[in-house]
């Protein structure tokens, strides 16, 4: 779904969002409030992926795939 209601940019670790409804002076209706819901799954999503790349565990599968054997996970 794209949002119509909402423009997110972001960049160098910042996001931000603009409310896009001039004809009624940004008002929250249930379509903005949807819309503004998704964007915040996205950025806690890009968050979530940012902590899993930065853990040992993602260090050790890439270096078993390369080395291709099996990962020795510690859940770090």
Not at 36 to 42: I, N, P
Not at 57 to 69: C, P, Q, S, V
């Amino acid at each position: 779904m794209a949002a119509r209601t909402i423009l997110i940019a972001s960049g160098e670790g910042i996001a931000t969002l603009t409310l896009n409804r001039p004809e009624a002076r940004n008002a929250l209706d249930l379509q903005m409030r949807e819309e503004l819901g998704l964007a915040r799954a996205k950025e806690l999503a890009s968050l979530a992926q940012g902590w899993m790349i930065a853990s040992e565990d993602h260090r050790e599968g890439l270096a078993a795939f390369f080395e291709n054997r099996a990962p020795r996970f510690q859940g770090r």
